[in-house]
């Protein structure tokens, strides 16, 4: 894909996300590529090698001579396309980036993504752990058979029907773990030092991206929108939600927001910018960055639904399109952050179709926050009030998840604490102050 504005997609913590059974994690494929099945092992390895020459995102290719690789793996003798499919994962590994990777025709079938809203699968959404070489969960999709079941993000997989995952590559996972509709897997996670056997039943999931409740107060009614992913009805489903709110007069109006980024793995570049210009008049929301530099500066747009007090809250599941939106909100002094640091995903990647009916993921940009931060594992979206969940409190809310978003959620009610704070203090008499770093129990 040419880095075209359509087809950036933040791989949503996954680096390109993997999500079991095809998920939305907004994977756009470049078009107009006539396919060939009589593509030869050694023109599959060269074009894969062009993708990467002209489009990956670091110009050094970690440190190598890429050109040499080239005359390297074309002297090679293929014999059929699974001696090219290796020669290709080895070539690959060679960038030292787990996001970067192919797909087999199979795998990449697998990968299509559905962005009307509905999959087939467990519901979880994966990636690679590089302290403990195994598969992590990056969270869990809201009432699908993982997420009631109680598998939590930044759970670690560590078997799949008894399939040790060590070493195991995210695609090999996807394949264990995907299933007709109806069939069971048995995931073994390890949660601390814990290890727990899940049995999941593979059903269709339903993706309802936002929810949205009302929490009465002394202060007025309180909006509370949880944005579950930024697939393609996102964008929608968010203004939607926004104008039926801010449409409320007299004694029902709303007089401020929470809204609940939490777990959300993030999806589609343009529904972060656009969801982003829902809460923010003005100011920077976005520069993307390939290995020329800047290509590309998002800003807010004089289009804010409303201006009123919001609270925005995160965790270690708060991915990408997530870190988009509240780095926005929080570097332009828009909205005070609630929770725990965020997961540290800046990566932007592209999914290429091949000749002969495979894919290639590919790293083609970096993300920079307002300031001009990048999002890392080590440079992560911190919040202004720290609220940890403990493992009990978190297994205890996904098991009863009718608490979510609710006083009996301690990040909300702490969340809302704050929220009633900025009311109060803009209303007259009263003088508003930035938030301040500060750490709750």
Request: hydrophobic share 35%.
């Amino acid at each position: 894909m040419v880095f075209a504005k359509r087809g950036l997609v933040l791989g949503a913590t996954a680096f390109v996300l993997t999500t079991v059974a095809v998920t939305g994690a907004g994977l756009h494929l470049s078009q107009g590529q006539i396919l060939s099945l009589s593509t030869s092992p050694k023109e599959l390895v060269d074009e894969v090698w062009q993708i990467i020459n002209r489009y990956y995102v670091d110009g050094t290719f970690n440190q190598q001579d890429w050109r040499s690789l080239r005359t390297e793996y074309l002297e090679r003798s293929y014999t059929s396309q699974d001696d090219a499919y290796e020669a290709v994962r080895e070539m690959l590994k060679t960038l030292d980036d787990p996001y970067t990777r192919f797909m087999d025709p199979k795998e990449f079938q697998d990968m299509q993504i559905d962005t009307s809203g509905s999959l087939t699968g467990v519901g979880i959404q994966i990636a690679k752990d590089e302290e403990s070489d195994r598969l992590i969960v990056i969270s869990p999709i809201d009432d699908s058979p993982a997420f009631n079941a109680g598998i939590l993000a930044k759970d670690i997989i560590m078997k799949i029907d008894n399939v040790d995952t060590l070493g195991m590559d995210v695609n090999d996972a996807v394949q264990l773990i995907r299933g007709e509709r109806g069939t069971e897997v048995i995931l073994t996670i390890r949660r601390g030092e814990r290890e727990i056997e899940f049995p999941l039943r593979r059903d269709r999931i339903e993706i309802h991206p936002v929810r949205t409740r009302v929490e009465s107060t002394p202060a007025g009614n309180i909006a509370y929108i949880r944005l579950t992913q930024f697939n393609a009805n996102a964008t929608q489903d968010m203004r939607k939600a926004l104008r039926d709110f801010e449409a409320i007069r007299g004694e029902g109006a709303v007089v401020g927001y929470v809204l609940d980024l939490r777990s959300n793995p993030g999806g589609l570049l343009n529904a972060s910018i656009d969801i982003a210009r829902m809460w923010l008049s003005r100011g920077r929301i976005v520069s993307t960055h390939d290995r020329r530099g800047e290509v590309e500066r998002q800003e807010a747009n004089n289009t804010a639904i409303t201006n009123k007090p919001l609270v925005v809250m995160i965790d270690g599941g708060s991915a990408s399109a997530s870190e988009i939106v509240s780095a926005a909100l929080q570097e332009n002094r828009r909205a005070t952050l609630v929770g725990t640091d965020s997961f540290g995903k800046g990566l932007v990647q592209s999914v290429r179709p091949l000749s002969d009916g495979s894919g290639l993921a590919v790293t083609i940009a970096e993300y920079r926050t307002p300031n001009g931060n990048s999002i890392t594992k080590d440079r992560k979206i911190k919040p202004d009030i720290i609220v940890e969940l403990s493992d009990e409190q978190r297994e205890e809310l996904q098991l009863n998840n009718d608490r979510i978003g609710t006083v009996e959620d301690p990040q909300f009610a702490r969340s809302l604490e704050v929220l009633l704070e900025q009311v109060t203090a803009r209303r007259p008499g009263s003088v508003s102050r930035p938030p301040q770093a500060q750490t709750s129990p």
